[in-house]
């Protein structure tokens, strides 16, 4: 016991000689005298030229060093400097092996960080070059003891924590300035300031954080505040953040010289050594435009787990724009984008993002659906489904009205199309991107107006994978009628390969082209099917390289704006050499079928079998659309077959049966449809030819049947002559012998 004893004696006076030693040293000893000393040994070692313009001080309770007007130039200009540091810890503290620093003081920091044209940093330049053929010094193999391992194991699989405390941290008024001379962007962090308290490992401690940022490129500048309380673990791989408060008011260049806020607040936790980590009543908020979610996190792999919901509370998209300084979205009618929402949860299998009960506000359409996101081969599955949207209301507003506007705009689409044709074009997929998606995607939607239409029950499916994108379904109601489209393309090559089809069921023409293009030329049930090939990656290549058919039928229907029969009548009463009497002829010409095919050839397409039953006429025709002039070149013929009209002048008789009148429809289609279609005066002598034929035929028929007349007259008169001599002849011959005759039946009878 007194071995011990005597040791605890002495290791008290060893600590109590330590004591007086330091506090002895701090008595007696002047740091400002070694200044030169420090001053030229830094000088030595680098490049820098360190200036002690202020006193340096120390303090024995707590043990402390304290440093004012610091500064150190390098290559004659400024790189750091500082007011004052004063860095405090409690010497007790050290006795006892649990440090724990008093202040840590940072007042006037100022650095200056610089790139030039070459891209070098001036910090790369703080310490000398060593001369040439000087070999760095090799450092001996210092092998670890076997006690350094031990604590080393001991402290990586998780000995006894160190208990590190720090009673104040204070940062103030600190500088950092960074210039890029080869890029010319700078930036300057500026009234930067930090405040802590009570820092102790395993509690919890508040944090304040105020700086100013500006940058060159663009000009920006951002004040921002940061309050919150931290708490880690001894063992360090435990975090929290309470209470979080940030707060960015942002000004320049990207909003237009206005004023921006945006702000963060909720909670954060993590714990590396589990791997997980969450979000709790997190917010984040941009102008307008807010965030909200509750986020769990297992594992930090390629395959977290997450659990949670995410929502964008409803917001005004306009006045998101007008608040960020952003150009207006102009839309035809000015109350859309007015309440746009979202919500869902998060969840699914690690590795995946999976959405469920996900709702999406649009104005008053409304979407709900599910979805997932793979993150390990980027894999997008899809279902949404909305209940009705007017995409015209999204549309920019329509031109002005009258002749100025007119002009105007005729002037512009010139204009536009001649800065278009100057422009080179463009491709229209992303190949790379395509080839690298992995969809799966549903979507539904009750109803839609679109260009005017309205198209109802729309169902679309679409698959992509390996660089083959699929249309599998495009299909809904259109004014009575169906339609259905598929479409696949084949991306894997640098050409790629286009195949589309479609079929459209009783679609009444009337109301779609009414709808879509103010255009009433045409009415009735539409059917077709079309069957197109091309390939390409522009709009030009695609034309051009189109091949196809597109087969078609029109039931029940009529010109409208146009007035075949009225055509066909003035060839016929040119014929008959008469006049009209019919003055109102109407504006339209029933049909009970139209049909024909188009054969698609690039730019054009081509009709030889265009058929249509009109009223005592059959409508046939050939000829060529191309589409990219949109020109129209058709010749049409109304065959005569039966009585078309009552006016006498159009009478049908046997000289225009079954001979066509000609009409001919030429003209660009998107100008003025209605004008299109006329009576051909050229054709027309043609047409003359078959009614001269055919007057020809009657009038030889006519003159045969007249000989044959006279040849029947003459030989019924040549019969008659004959029969007349023979019963003359008989007369005489019965007048001989008649008495004799007479007497002997007078005889027999008597």
Known sequence: MKVIRYALYAVIGLVVLAVAAVAIAVAVINPNDYKPQIEAAVEK??????????????SFIPLGLELNKVEATLEGE????????????????????????????????????????QGEGNWARIMKEKPAGTAAPEQADTPETPAASEETAEASEGGEALNFNVENVEISDARVHYNDLSTGQSVVLEDFSVLASNITLGSEFPLDIQFRVETAQPKLAVDGSISAKLKANQALNEFTMSGLSAVFDMNGEPFSGKSVTAELGGSLAANLEDETASLNDFTASLANLKLSTNLNVKGFGDKPALNGSLAISEFSLKELLSNLG??????TDPDVLKAIAFSTNLGGKPGTVALSDLKITLDDTNF??????????????????GDKLNADRYLPPAAEDGAAAEEESETDTSATETASASQPETDLLPLETLRSLLLDINFDLGELMVSNLTINEIKASTTA?????????????????????????????????????????????LPLLTDLAEVDMLSGGANLNLAVNTTGNRISALRNNAKGEISFNLAEGEFRQMNLTRMACQGIALVNQEQLSTSDWGTTTPFNDMRGTLKIDGNTLNNTDLVAELAGMRLEGDGTVELEQSE?????????????????????????????????????????PAGLCSFDGSRFRDTLKDIAANAARAKAKEEIDRAKEKAREKADEAKQKAKDKVDEKLKEKLGEEGGKVKDALKGLFN
């Open 45 to 58: 070692q680098t490049n820098l030229d360190l200036i002690l313009e202020g006193d340096i001080g120390w």
């Open 368 to 385: 709900n659906g599910n979805g997932s996101y793979t993150l390990s081969n980027g894999g997008l599955v899809f279902n949404l489904q």
């Open 465 to 509: 994978k390996d660089g083959l994108l699929k249309v599998d379904e495009f299909s809904g109601k259109l004014y009575y009628g169906t339609f259905g489209a598929n479409v696949t393309i084949d991306a894997r090559t640098d050409n790629p390969k286009w195949n589309i089809r479609s079929d459209v069921n009783n679609v009444q023409t």
């Open 78 to 117: 400024r790189f750091v400097a500082l007011e004052q540091l004063i860095a405090q810890i409690d010497f007790w503290s050290l006795i006892t092996m649990s440090p724990q620093v008093n202040t840590f003081v940072l007042n006037g920091l100022d650095a200056h960080f610089e790139v030039n044209e």
């Open 632 to 672: 129209l070149d058709y010749e049409v013929g109304l065959r005569i077959v039966g009585d078309i009209h009552r006016d006498q002048a159009c009478r049908t008789t046997e000289y225009v049966q079954n001979v066509v009148i000609p009409v001919e429809c030429r003209g660009n289609f998107a100008e003025d």
């Open 326 to 331: 952003q150009p207006a979205i102009e839309t």
